[in-house]
């Protein structure tokens, strides 16, 4: 494995076949698998996307192979959460090389971005919407290109055939599925853009405007047409030709608050190979992305501190391990508003931050009796006063963004959170696709109490990240699992869940991802409602605890490598479903 900065563990030399095992549909219903070699799976947030991912693994397309499929059909059927109009974060693990890799393809900022770039005339911060719906919020996309590279690395098949199964599916229409139709009521936006109210919705006798219905056929000619372009030509058709100077043009042309995304910008853009980020768990290694993303650190930062805690011997969602875990996130999350941005403009301390020694220390700030309400920034050794604390703009939960989880019938394997940031990201439309709106993932303000901040807006920067895109490999350094969630700041607290639920409590797949979440990130503790866990809120609340009961809508789609074979999850508070096979 190619190590990091944070002092990580080597992973050995083993290879392990895939012999009789166990898989998991979105039901949770148990399937076996027969014995043999080059057993495949794919777990992603739409069952389209599925298929596309299953149809190009029994190719014998490889893990990346299908993430690109996958990638290409969920911009299509879930256009509220990810797409090449937008970034992502990618863990590849190769298993022959033994080597794990971290892409990043996190949106930039356009060179004519300022600090002041959320702020109102007055110098105050925008209202989150008022800053979203904007040519302003666009970041240059990120996915394609990262895609690409990731494709010329580890690709078997022709770039153009992955592109085929969402051609065919925008040209001959999918059906809207209850999930698209709840979002597309839900924006209060779409229905008064000229673009989104034709593609989405009918009228009324009235004229007024209403969401397509479920189960109605939507094609999407100019979808298809894009498509097409990037299968034949490349990347330098979106970053350099016409796909490139409808996106500047679409952000230019803005209603709202018109960008200054250039053809420039595009052309400039680069996807960037990181030393992905590992702390030893148990007797596990647990790896994640590096900043840009905060989420990677953030979620081994929180493990790092249950270290000191036998969660093992614990229940899983008793009041002990909800207490435990929210005063670890607390801490965590403390560190990452304070510490973490884009590597490439500020300084994260990524080692000390992961430091044994450091978080043990954090861990004896946590009492068993009562809760240490808002916690504070530590302060690891040799940080220096690197940043300033403040309240992030991630306050609201982000019913948008995906991930996927894939095992090729080589070993391989794809770990990949997916955004486009909020609900059809910027809501602006360019060859039949969104484009994100993930500059509002920097601060607002630039600098507090005289101190700048590590995520301010900069030209050329990634906006900080929550995308936790994680694997497990077990101590004689094999692949164990690849878990991951879309949730906006809420995706560190529900990955680091799950791998609580996997490592410690040892529960399949499925169950993991289906237990009740809940959530702190250093604010009021969030438990999703109508669950057991709810039951918990006065004992909670006697802990010190500031309890929200509310509904969670997490996304989690995991795979792991048991004795028997490949086991997989998908979330079911969304639609999507696992599917596998062998070559």
Request: aromatic share 6%; proline share 7%.
């Amino acid at each position: 494995m190619k190590l990091s900065r944070a002092l990580l563990v080597l992973i050995g030399i083993a290879i392990v076949s895939a012999p009789l095992g166990i898989w998991w549909s979105h039901s949770g219903a148990p399937h076996t698998r027969s014995k043999g070699t080059g057993e495949y799976m794919v777990s992603s947030a739409h069952p389209e996307a599925s298929k596309a991912g299953q149809k190009i693994l029994a190719a014998g397309g490889s893990a990346v192979d299908a993430a690109i499929a996958v990638q290409l059909v969920l911009t299509l059927v879930e256009p509220q959460s990810s797409g090449i109009g937008g970034g992502a974060y990618m863990l590849h693990w190769d298993e022959r090389a033994r080597l794990l890799e971290a892409y990043d393809g996190r949106e930039t900022a356009p060179a004519g971005a300022t600090p002041q770039l959320f702020l109102d005339e007055a110098g105050q911060p925008l209202s989150f919407f008022d800053a979203v719906v904007t040519g302003q919020s666009n970041g240059v996309p990120g996915a394609i290109a990262m895609l690409h590279l990731a494709h010329q690395e580890h690709g078997r098949l022709p770039w153009a055939d992955l592109f085929q199964p969402a051609i065919r599916l925008a040209e001959e229409g999918f059906l809207v599925t209850p999930r698209l139709n709840k979002m597309i009521a839900w924006s209060p936006a779409l229905p008064h853009l000229p673009w989104s109210r034709a593609y989405f919705f009918t009228e009324d006798e009235s004229g007024n405007a209403v969401p397509l219905a479920v189960g109605t056929r939507l094609k999407n000619p100019a979808y298809a047409k894009s498509l097409r372009l990037i299968a034949e030509r490349g990347p330098d058709v979106f970053y350099k030709g016409e796909i490139a100077e409808a996106i500047v043009a679409a952000s230019q042309n803005a209603p709202t608050r018109p960008g200054t995304l250039s053809m420039a910008d595009m052309a400039a853009y680069e996807p960037v190979k990181r030393d992905p980020i590992c702390l030893t768990y148990r007797m596990y290694n647990v790896c994640g992305m590096p900043p840009s993303t905060s989420g990677g650190l953030t979620s081994l930062q929180t493990l790092g501190i249950l270290e000191s805690f036998d969660m093992g011997a614990l229940r899983p969602g008793s009041l002990e391990v909800v207490h435990l875990v929210t005063e670890a996130s607390r801490l965590a999350y403390a560190d990452r508003d304070f510490y973490i941005g884009d590597t490439d403009f500020v300084d994260v301390p990524v080692a000390a931050m992961l430091d044994e020694n450091y978080l043990a220390s954090r861990a004896r700030l946590i009492d068993l009796s009562s809760s240490i309400g808002k916690a504070e920034a530590g302060v690891p050794e040799a940080a220096g006063d690197l940043g300033s604390r403040y309240t992030p703009n991630e306050s609201r939960s982000r019913p948008s963004t995906s991930h996927l989880s894939i095992v090729d019938g080589q070993g391989n394997v794809v770990s990949m959170t997916t955004s486009i940031e909020a609900p059809f990201g910027s809501h602006l439309m360019a060859g039949g696709f969104f484009i994100n709106n993930q500059l509002t993932d920097f601060s607002f303000r630039p600098v507090i109490d005289g101190k700048p901040v590590a995520n301010a807006v900069a030209p050329g920067k990634r906006p900080r990240s929550s995308m936790t895109p994680s694997m497990v490999f077990d101590a004689k350094g094999d692949f164990h699992l690849a878990i991951g969630s879309p949730g906006g700041s809420r995706i560190i607290a529900y990955v680091t869940q799950t791998l609580v639920a996997l490592l410690d409590h040892h529960l399949p797949m499925q169950e993991a991802i289906n237990q009740p979440r809940h959530v702190n990130r250093n604010g009021p503790l969030e438990i999703e409602e109508g669950t057991l866990i709810a039951d918990l809120k006065a004992e909670l609340e006697q802990l010190g605890h500031e309890v929200v009961v509310k509904e969670i809508t997490s996304g989690l789609h995991g795979v792991r490598r048991l004795e028997g074979g490949l086991e997989g999850g998908a979330d079911p508070r969304r639609e999507g479903v696992v599917l596998s096979g062998r070559l």
